[in-house]
C-alpha cells in the first residue's frame, strides 16, 4: 500500500476532527510545508467544525513549518513535536496554548487515515 502523504492527510484532516474537544476554539492554522511535498495549508477551525484549503492567509492564530518528512513522522508517532520543535525540525510561530491543544482536536488523527488507507492501524 502507498505511503500516507500530506496531501492525504490535509485532504481527511476534517473527517479526523474531534469536535467533541473543540467546545469554543476559534483558530486559523497555516502549515507551511517544505521538503519533499512542498505546500501551504490552511486549517480553520470554528463552532465545532473543521475547513481545510490549500493556500496561504494573513493572520494566522498559529502558523507551522515543517519538512514534509519529519510533519508525516510526528503524525506516525515516531517523532515527538516537542523534540522537533527543540531540534529545529518543526518551527511554530503564535499562539502557544492553541498548538498545545492541537493534538486534542485531532485525537481520530492517524488510526482513521490509516483507516481510510486500508492500512494496519
Given at each position: ?84 520543535y527543540m531540534m529545529g525540525r ?32
Open positions: 500500500m502507498d505511503e500516507i502523504t500530506i496531501r492525504d492527510i490535509m485532504l481527511n484532516l476534517p473527517r479526523a476532527f474531534s469536535p467533541e474537544n473543540a467546545q469554543d476554539v476559534r483558530a486559523v492554522v497555516q502549515l507551511h510545508v517544505t521538503g519533499d511535498e512542498p505546500g501551504d495549508w490552511v486549517i480553520r477551525i470554528q463552532e465545532g467544525q473543521c475547513e481545510v484549503n490549500e493556500g496561504q492567509v494573513a493572520g494566522a492564530d498559529l502558523v507551522f513549518t515543517a519538512e514534509a518528512r519529519d510533519l508525516l513522522e510526528m503524525l506516525h508517532g515516531r517523532l515527538n513535536p516537542l523534540s522537533a518543526l518551527d511554530f510561530r503564535g499562539n502557544s496554548t492553541l498548538a498545545m491543544k492541537l493534538p486534542s482536536l485531532f485525537a481520530k488523527g492517524m488510526a482513521y487515515l490509516k483507516q481510510q488507507r486500508g492500512q494496519d492501524q
